[in-house]
């Protein structure tokens, strides 16, 4: 059996490794946490966050552009195979968040915290739960229904044995910070 810790207060938790998005804001969070626990961390590209057009990088959220470009992408999330430019799409997200879980699941530990981000910790989410069947329109419903605290903990139980391998145990608790 496997679990998957989200980051947050996570000193009393038995974590045993810390896999870690690539990205700066991540990596710091990590550092911070393996400096508490004492525990290794690995990086990884999984983890990231979705990647979003160039067009729209360095831009601050409130420039037209960058409103309107964002705006066609989400409009076109069902259409499997748009993209506006170097995005991920749907399809490119459900990939990711399928090697996430497989590297998740043949990991030998068995309490493992990843730092990821919030859209795409709703990705790995619904595809855990949904496995190849997890259509656009679900995961749309999951992406936008499902909020998240900067910091909380998630946790996914697995078990291999089981059809459905994994469960959603705890969602984004963020009641234990100070």
Not at 14 to 24: F, H, K
Not at 67 to 95: G, P, R
Not at 116 to 143: N, P, Q, V, W
Not at 154 to 162: A, M, Q, R, V, W
Request: negative net charge.
């Amino acid at each position: 059996m496997c679990k998957f810790w989200g980051p947050g207060h996570c000193s009393k938790l038995p974590i045993e490794i810390i896999l870690c998005s690539t990205m700066q804001r991540a990596k710091e969070t990590a550092e911070i946490i393996a400096g508490t626990i004492a525990v290794n961390v690995e990086f990884s590209d999984l983890f990231v966050e979705r990647r979003r057009p160039h067009e729209v990088y360095h831009k601050p959220k409130n420039d037209p552009r960058s409103i309107e470009i964002n705006a066609t992408v989400m409009k076109n999330f069902h259409n499997l195979e748009y993209h506006f430019s170097d995005e991920e799409n749907f399809v490119d997200l459900k990939m990711r968040a399928k090697k996430a879980l497989e590297l998740l699941a043949k990991r030998l530990e068995e309490n493992i915290l990843v730092v990821t981000h919030g859209f795409f910790m709703r990705m790995i989410l619904a595809y855990a739960l949904f496995g190849e069947d997890l259509t656009s329109k679900e995961c749309e419903k999951y992406i936008y229904a499902l909020h998240m605290e900067n910091v909380g903990i998630t946790i996914l139980g697995y078990d291999e044995k089981n059809t459905n391998p994994w469960w959603l145990w705890v969602w984004n608790d963020h009641a234990h910070l100070d």
